[in-house]
């Protein structure tokens, strides 16, 4: 698990600064599906988490009856590169002028915060 605390669910941008925290640099996830494993739990979604290959995934699930929607999004992130580049730690979640910076903001740890 993350060292930062837990998030609550309906902050979708506490939940994104959490995940961006979780510095998953492919392949390792660094507990960001935990955290979010954690989230949905609380939710009262049933939670598994599945290999393929040497992928984890995470298999969140609410109730049984249809309709059905499904998301998909992914918590690894590619490499930094030279963090003197940033003005920011990369792994820190800034907010700055309403702006949320930090690795994976866009792609895709912002977007799994927001349908959280």
């Not at 600064?17 to 935990?34: K, M, N, W």
């Not at 989230?39 to 059905?68: K, Q």
């Amino acid at each position: 698990m993350n060292a930062h605390a837990t998030p609550v669910a309906d902050d979708p941008l506490a939940l994104a600064q959490a995940l961006i925290r979780c510095a998953s640099v492919t392949p390792d996830d660094a507990g960001a599906q935990d955290l979010l494993a954690s989230v949905l739990e609380r939710l009262g979604f049933t939670v598994r988490s599945l290999r393929f290959g040497d992928t984890p995934n995470l298999f969140a699930r609410l109730g049984d009856a249809g309709p059905h929607l499904c998301f998909a999004g992914h918590t690894d992130v590619v490499p930094p590169g030279d963090a003197a580049a940033w003005r920011d730690d990369p792994f820190g979640g800034t907010v700055r002028d309403g702006v949320l910076y930090g690795r994976g903001a866009c792609d895709m740890k912002g977007g799994i915060a927001a349908f959280v």
